[in-house]
């Protein structure tokens, strides 16, 4: 049984964050040969945009994030750490367990592209 760690950006608890700059938490699931398991919710506190360190920290453990947005800086800190950064621009908004279900799903439409809303 092969076991992925996922991560969901949220700034509302509900919904996928538009940048992962902007997350109040990280909605973390352990996903089992395709099916969701546990659930566990990383909450941040008030660092600056900007503060990679705390991304990675706090991503410990997850191969993978989800978010709608990222900066260059804050994805290669990810990528040095093994979590994949996987820019979804259109599920910005979009329920926690939607945007996990189109990735287990192999649909999740993800972006090479880096954009940093903060003018970092």
Same mark, same amino acid.
């Given at each position: ?10 700034? /509302? ?35 600056? =945009? ?11 453990? =997850? /191969? ?47 972006? /090479?592209?880096?954009?940093?809303? =903060?003018?970092?």
């Amino acid at each position: 049984m092969e076991t992925t760690r996922i991560a969901i950006a949220t700034a /509302d608890g509900v919904s996928v964050c538009d940048h992962l700059a902007r997350a109040a938490a990280f909605v973390v699931v352990e996903v089992n040969s395709g099916v969701p398991g546990a659930r566990t919710t990383r909450a941040r506190g008030t660092e600056a =945009c900007g503060n990679h360190a705390t991304f990675v920290e706090m991503l410990s453990g =997850c /191969d993978a994030v989800i978010c709608g947005g990222i900066g260059e800086g804050a994805a290669v800190a990810l990528a040095a750490h093994g979590i994949r950064a996987l820019v979804a621009p259109a599920v910005a908004g979009t329920g926690i367990d939607e945007a996990l279900q189109s990735w287990i799903e192999g649909r999740l439409a993800t972006s /090479d592209e880096r954009v940093c809303l =903060c003018s970092h």
